[in-house]
């Protein structure tokens, strides 16, 4: 704010107290000059930290809209994690049941066949059984049949023998 002076009246002031009239010139010029320059005032001054007071305030007031919108984002973030940490347990849950029950198919299978094993051993075992069986009849059949024979030879061969 610019201030207002007389600067004839001045000029006067300064030949009166022993200038001369260029030097009462020069500084009247001087000292028009350095005041009619924007100076700051105490009301200027008030004003402005008045201006200030009310940026800090918005600025604050922004600050802690951001920290909120932050706190809200994280809060958010935070409940997507727990979501997604949700969903990975009840599916890794899901694959360990998926696996159990494979699992059990398995030993169940494992079990059949061993059962069948078992069940076609037996059979062998039978068949096996049976065959030696066969073997000792068919043996003892040709043992009786081959006695038969001996003996009707020897029969033959007597009656060949006593009659020559």
Do not use: Y
Request: charged residues 25%; proline residues 0%.
């Amino acid at each position: 704010m610019a201030v207002a002076f007389d600067t004839l009246a001045f000029s006067e002031r300064l030949r009166a107290g022993g200038f001369s009239e260029e030097q009462a010139k020069a500084a009247t010029e001087a000292f028009a000059h350095a005041t009619s320059q924007e100076l700051t005032t105490k009301t200027d001054l008030a004003k402005f930290d008045q201006v200030m007071r009310g940026e800090f305030v918005s600025v604050r007031a922004e600050i802690e809209q951001l920290d909120q919108l932050m706190q809200n984002e994280f809060a958010s973030v935070r409940g997507e994690i727990g979501q997604l940490d949700q969903r990975m347990q009840n599916e890794f849950a899901s694959v360990r049941g998926e696996i159990g029950q494979l699992d059990q198919r398995m030993q169940s299978e494992f079990i059949s066949v061993r059962t069948e094993i078992e069940q076609l051993d037996q059979r062998m075992q039978s068949e096996f059984a049976s065959v030696r069986t066969e073997i000792a009849s068919v043996q003892l059949t040709l043992t009786i049949r081959l006695g038969i024979m001996l003996a009707a030879s020897i029969a033959i061969v007597s009656t060949i023998v006593g009659l020559t």
